[in-house]
């Protein structure tokens, strides 16, 4: 079973920022196609943004111009900078990758308070 780790998530004014990281194993991550998702309390869960294996991106547009998927092959890492945080952004935040096979990490908390 292959395991994504997560971290990165807290607790932050509205406002402020926040970087989340997702690892995985070489052997899956650079051939990947990666994505965050969330889940805000009592909804169900939603894409915000993907890039593919030839580096387009996409956001959802709740937070296009604000939040920055990328992804470091060398360290076998994908993040998700996340700026002027809203409180409505208040979600649990999971990594995504799929090659064939779909491959989720564990979930961060980012709570953003008003």
């Known amino acids: 079973q292959v395991h994504l780790v997560e971290s990165g998530g807290g607790l932050v004014q509205a406002g402020g920022s926040l970087r989340l990281s997702c690892s995985a194993p070489?052997?899956?991550?650079?051939?990947?196609?990666m994505s965050w998702y969330r889940q805000p309390p009592g909804k169900e869960r939603e894409f915000v943004a993907g890039?593919?294996?030839?580096?387009?991106?996409k956001y959802v547009d709740a937070v296009q111009g604000r939040f920055t998927i990328s992804r470091d092959n060398a360290k076998n890492t994908m993040y998700l900078q996340m700026d002027s945080l809203k409180p409505e952004d208040t979600a649990i935040y999971y990594c995504?990758?799929?090659?064939?096979?779909?491959?989720w990490g564990q979930g961060t908390q980012v709570t953003v308070s008003s």
């Open positions: 070489s052997r899956i991550f650079s051939g990947s196609h």
């Open positions: 995504h990758l799929r090659n064939g096979w779909i491959y």
């Open positions: 890039m593919v294996v030839n580096g387009v991106t």
